[in-house]
């Protein structure tokens, strides 16, 4: 199956920097990739909808000023989270479609945990 | 507001016995549905959809069932094994925002030797 894959899988910073996380669809172009966020034991929140080529679309209660997205080609997404704080802390996962499919299936990579100090 | 609930966060089923995983939504513009597999430390695997023109889908031991005048589906798996343990998610899109996923919490199935 299609492989997407998240890097880096964790990483812990200091308060104030910020943290850039990529997701790459390795055997696929995907158009579209999303970026959630998942506290403990709690669902995948999406937090917005990168699109190869334009603006992310970000969901009601996500600051974009604080969650850069950029969909710079159609196998890379990157989110950076800026001037990190402890609560942004979290589980963060993409997920792509890949370009012509109908299925709606999405494939997900791995995730990345961030814990800022 | 939370669209998709599963309201059972775990749950426990012998080996070969059925697993039966619930998921509820509020959104009535949904129209296709996924269920989602996840390990620990791993992202989430696609396991089986549905849209809303049928009501049941099967795909080897997994079947998941439909019912959209209750908003409600279902995951059946048979006979269940020790490595279907792990975090199952569903998720569902449609109307508008047809091309976002909105996930339910998650029920974790441990199934016993």
């Known amino acids: 199956g299609a492989v997407v894959s998240q890097h880096p899988s964790w990483v812990i910073c200091k308060s104030g920097t910020s943290v850039k996380i990529e997701c790459r669809s390795l055997d696929f172009q995907a158009t579209t990739m999303f970026w959630y966020r998942q506290f403990p034991k709690q669902s995948l929140m999406l937090m917005a909808t990168?699109?190869?080529?334009?603006?992310?679309?970000?969901e009601q209660g996500v600051e974009k000023d604080k969650f850069l997205i950029n969909h710079a080609s159609l196998t890379l997404s990157t989110l950076t989270v800026t001037s990190a704080h402890p609560e942004d802390s979290s589980f963060y996962i993409c997920?792509?479609?890949?370009?012509?499919?109908?299925?709606?299936?999405?494939?997900f990579g791995e995730g990345s945990r961030l814990t800022v100090l | 507001d939370q669209q998709v609930k599963q309201n059972s966060p775990s749950l426990s089923v012998q080996e070969g016995r059925i697993s039966i995983l619930n998921c509820d939504y509020t959104n009535s513009m949904f129209d296709y549905f996924l269920w989602y597999k996840k390990y620990p430390a791993e992202g989430p695997t696609f396991l089986i959809s549905i849209s809303s023109i049928k009501d049941k889908n099967e795909d080897g031991r997994f079947t998941v069932f439909l019912n959209k005048s209750a908003k409600h589906l279902s995951l059946h798996i048979v006979p269940s094994q020790p490595g279907d343990s792990a975090v199952y998610f569903c998720a569902a899109s449609g109307g508008y925002n047809f091309n976002k996923f909105y996930f339910g919490s998650g029920t974790k199935l441990n199934v016993k030797p």
């Open positions: 997920s792509a479609r890949e370009a012509g499919r109908n299925t709606g299936e999405l494939f």
């Open positions: 990168s699109n190869e080529g334009s603006k992310a679309t970000y």
